[in-house]
């Protein structure tokens, strides 16, 4: 199955048959009829939609009236007091794609492109001006200068473990904030399932957004061994993401609370995940994000049976956001 890439033009993306296969067998059984539509859109890249998230230490009115001008308008409009005032996403219901800016030395960037589900971890974790936050697995960084978007942390560790992912943390961070703000912001390269041993009850709060089967992406691998061997790969993930969490909560202090994330529709990695935290450790409990769910459905489109204190985005077409599963938790001692 060959499929045109028609969002960057030349290239032609090709849908790797051996992950499709798995996906078919293991989402039919988890998703039933829903699964259909989530594949459709998930195999047609010239279907997939792109948020533009303004960069509010950058700011450009030409910038804004270039994206309505193109079609463009801010989501979650009217979801107060979910969206703080300082974030602005832009999207656009038919899938384009606006052009991404390119590092430039000295000169902070205006907007960063992302999936605008990518949004939602970050408004459930609802960060406040002065606390503590912890983001334990920050590369490229997307969600970190989405938190500054919203808030002013206290203080603000952005961690990644992959040594080149690092770096590229080091410079999302240093493109989108401005001195003497990125200063306030320390980078760190540690193992995120030890975090919590070095800086126990440290933060307020822990965004965990979980290294992950990425769906969308692995759907398009170009190299079916490697494909083969992640998809053999794929069971070890939810023994990661549990110790990952593990780490975060011994982060958090009592009453702080934590939100996971995922990119993938996979239930071993997302509620099972949680429910084997639940189950495991007495010291958290559920906190209901059903509010929020029900503030932004507008723009997007959830599974129904999920508890409440989790949703899981289905990409469907003109809302093509997503795969993206959030939950969140909170400590209670
Ligand atoms: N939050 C990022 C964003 O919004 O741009 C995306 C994070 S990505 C889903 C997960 C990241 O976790 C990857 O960059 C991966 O290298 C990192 N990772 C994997 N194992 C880790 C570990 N043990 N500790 C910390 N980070 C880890």
């Not at 939810?238 to 202090?253: D, E, G, H, N, P």
């Amino acid at each position: 199955l060959k499929v045109e890439n028609k969002t960057k033009g030349k290239h032609q993306k090709q849908i790797c048959q051996v992950v499709l296969d798995h996906f078919e067998e293991q989402y039919t059984a988890e998703l039933g009829d829903k699964w259909t539509s989530v594949r459709d859109v998930l195999t047609c890249p010239s279907c997939w939609q792109y948020a533009i998230l303004l960069n509010k230490f950058s700011q450009s009115a030409e910038l804004e009236n270039t994206l309505r001008v193109e079609g463009y308008h801010p989501a979650f409009q009217g979801t107060l007091p979910y969206l703080p005032r300082s974030l602005k996403c832009y999207i656009s219901r038919t899938p384009r794609r606006f052009p991404a800016q390119k590092h430039q030395t000295g000169k902070l960037k205006e907007y960063y492109l992302l999936n605008a589900a990518s949004v939602l971890p970050v408004l459930a974790l609802e960060v406040k001006d002065g606390e503590d936050v912890l983001d334990l697995c920050a590369a490229p960084g997307g969600k970190s200068i989405t938190i500054l978007q919203c808030a002013y942390p206290g203080q603000f560790l952005c961690n990644e473990y992959d040594d080149l992912r690092s770096r590229w943390l080091k410079q999302t961070m240093e493109s989108f904030i401005p001195d003497p703000l990125v200063n306030l912001i320390t980078v760190s390269k540690l193992d995120g399932r030890q975090i919590g041993d070095f800086k126990p009850e440290l933060y307020d709060k822990v965004l965990v957004d979980a290294p992950c089967s990425n769906d969308r992406s692995w759907l398009f691998s170009s190299d079916t061994q490697q494909a083969k061997l992640r998809l053999i790969q794929r069971k070890e993930l939810s023994s990661l993401q549990f110790q990952l969490l593990r780490s975060a909560i011994k982060a958090l202090r009592p009453g702080g609370s934590l939100v996971y994330s995922t990119c993938t529709l996979s239930k071993a990695e997302n509620s099972d995940v949680i429910n084997l935290i639940l189950k495991s450790c007495a010291n958290v409990m559920p906190v209901d994000i059903s509010e929020m769910a029900k503030a932004v459905s507008e723009e997007f489109t959830f599974l129904s049976d999920t508890q409440h204190h989790e949703l899981l985005v289905l990409p469907e077409k003109g809302k093509a956001w997503g795969p993206m599963y959030v939950a969140k938790l909170k400590k209670i001692k």
